[in-house]
């Protein structure tokens, strides 16, 4: 299953890769498009957990990686809750040809 890398930067400048095991993330997120911090978390969570659901009806297993990338971007949300008007933009997907067995 075709995993993806979405680079965004957080509310503080700084910039990090998100990851999935699956291009659904795409479903929910456009490239160049900021989003307020609770939508973010919001949408990475559905995006997640289609992604893992996808990976569990290919290969018989959720996707463990998919589900601790939800919880570390949950926290990372939860650091910007006090930050009124905060936006997580979405700079680039990176497209990998690889896959979460699980």
Do not use: H, N
Not at 1 to 24: A, F, K, L, N, T
Not at 53 to 61: D, E, I, N, S, Y
């Amino acid at each position: 299953m075709p995993e993806i890398r979405m680079s965004v930067c957080w509310p503080d400048g700084s910039q990090e890769s998100c990851y999935s095991p699956s291009r659904v993330l795409k479903d929910y997120f456009d490239a160049g498009e900021s989003y307020a911090v609770s939508d973010f978390r919001t949408r990475s969570r559905m995006a997640l957990a289609a992604a893992s659901a996808r990976v569990k009806a290919k290969f018989g297993a959720a996707c463990a990686r998919a589900a601790a990338e939800c919880a570390r971007i949950e926290a990372k949300c939860a650091s910007f809750a006090d930050l009124p008007g905060a936006r997580v933009r979405v700079d680039a997907f990176d497209d990998q040809a690889e896959r979460c067995d699980g």
